[in-house]
């Protein structure tokens, strides 16, 4: 059973920093891209960022994030983090981890949704 958990979301003040992780259990998990998304109160879930499977060579991040948010994992770790530094109001959202299955990296198929974790950057 596939499963995954975001944590280490928070309350922070603009210009901080946060660093929230995508904990997977089940197997396989270095066989799989994982993407961060998020949504706003009230907008349409975006995407954020992307991390190829295995040695995750290959990254990809919203324009709104670039320069700002490192995607990075330890398969050792079944883990998928999202640093995320010089945290502005506008990315206050509540932040989502899911298995990529095909497609576009950012409009693609996910799967295996997590249940979220609300990041607040306060001004």
């Known amino acids: 059973q596939v499963q995954l958990v975001e944590s280490g979301g928070g309350l922070v003040q603009a210009g901080g920093s946060l660093r929230l992780s995508c904990a997977a259990s089940g197997r396989a998990f270095s066989s799989y891209a994982v993407g961060w998304f998020r949504q706003a109160p009230g907008k349409e879930r975006e995407f954020v960022s992307y991390?190829?499977?295995?040695?995750?060579?290959?990254?990809y991040y919203a324009d709104s994030v670039r320069g700002r948010f490192t995607i990075s994992r330890d398969n050792a770790k079944n883990t998928v983090y999202l640093q995320m530094n010089s945290l502005k109001p506008e990315d206050t959202a509540v932040y989502y981890c899911?298995?990529?299955?095909?497609?576009?990296?950012?409009?693609?198929?996910?799967?295996?949704w997590g249940q979220g974790t609300q990041v607040t950057v306060s001004s």
């Open positions: 991390i190829s499977r295995s040695g995750g060579g290959v990254t």
């Open positions: 899911a298995y990529h299955i095909g497609g576009d990296y950012a409009a693609g198929a996910y799967r295996y």
